[in-house]
């Protein structure tokens, strides 16, 4: 199944989520998920001065664990491998072979899933 990054960004993990509901865990599993986000405890921002993170590895792990999360579609799919501006671009083409695509997400279901993992 392929999560692509227009619907990983459906799915935000702001600081206002890290101070009031994962610092607050204070766990192995907390501490681990603020260090490797990036999350800077002192100044509540993460890598970079972000305000918010896109959680997508989290997603597509989630959408495995609750495939009910996503609204996907059975599409074929071409991958642009020409080297320039469209490297790496997916689009839809017709004829088979057709993968399971996510399309939507419950953005606000996956997150707690994601923060329910973490106690």
């Not at 459906?10 to 766990?27: A, G």
Request: charged share 25%.
């Amino acid at each position: 199944m392929l999560v692509p990054l227009d619907v990983t960004h459906q799915v935000r993990l702001t600081s206002r989520v890290i101070e009031e509901r994962v610092k607050p865990i204070n766990n192995a599993f907390s501490q681990f998920a603020i260090e490797a986000i990036g999350y800077d405890l002192n100044t509540h921002r993460f890598l970079r001065g972000a305000e918010l993170i896109y959680l997508h590895d989290p997603l597509a792990v989630g959408v495995v664990i609750r495939p009910d999360l996503v609204k996907k579609e059975r599409l074929a799919l071409d991958v642009d491998t020409q080297e320039g501006q469209y490297y790496g671009r997916i689009s839809e083409m017709s004829g088979d072979p057709k993968i399971n695509v996510c399309l939507e997400v419950e953005a606000e279901e996956f997150l707690e899933l994601f923060l329910g993992s973490l106690h």
